[in-house]
């Protein structure tokens, strides 16, 4: 079975390495500057460096419980933040502004309609590979077999 690491949809290692820390997660001063004049809260500012630096390490915006504690640790002790905050958008309009500026900032156009098509496409071939996973031991012995008697 392939690896989940290994899919042309972006995730998250099992373990996250202090060099991939360092290199994809660590915010820039003008990462942080950036950030810091558009939020009110520390939680939404928390919140928008973790998309931003998701975004350019995954190409994608990643949901909460998908990020692994060890990035979200890291990004709290550069932002010097208290172990009690939380990235935490607010209101879902305020995460949708969020993620429109970091989306800005790193010059990509959002375009709904292929995103859907892009996603229902890829939840399709999911469905397909799983099917296909559920049947592959029953078919084991045919493969086998052709490889046992070569014409």
């Known amino acids: 079975m392939t690896l989940i690491e290994r899919t042309a949809y972006s995730q998250f290692k099992k373990l996250t390495s202090a060099r991939v820390l360092h290199v994809f997660f660590t915010p820039t001063a003008e990462e942080i500057a950036w950030s810091r004049e558009r939020t009110k809260t520390p939680e939404a500012w928390f919140a928008q460096v973790m998309d931003l630096k998701c975004f350019q390490k ?3 915006f990643c949901p909460r419980e998908e990020i692994p504690e060890v990035v979200v640790d890291h990004v ?9 905050v939380e990235p935490d958008h607010g209101a879902s309009r305020t995460a949708k502004l969020h993620r429109k500026q970091v989306r800005a900032r790193q010059g990509v156009k959002y375009d709904k309609v292929r995103a859907r098509a892009i996603t229902a ?3 399709a071939r999911a469905a397909a590979a799983r099917r296909y996973e559920q049947a592959s031991p029953d078919f084991a012995g045919l493969d086998e077999h052709r490889n046992e008697n070569p014409r």
Do not use: K, P
């Not at 709290?76 to 009690?84: S, T, Y």
């Open 58 to 60: 995954m190409a994608r």
């Open 121 to 123: 496409g890829r939840g």
């Open 76 to 84: 709290r002790r550069c932002l010097e933040l208290g172990a009690d």
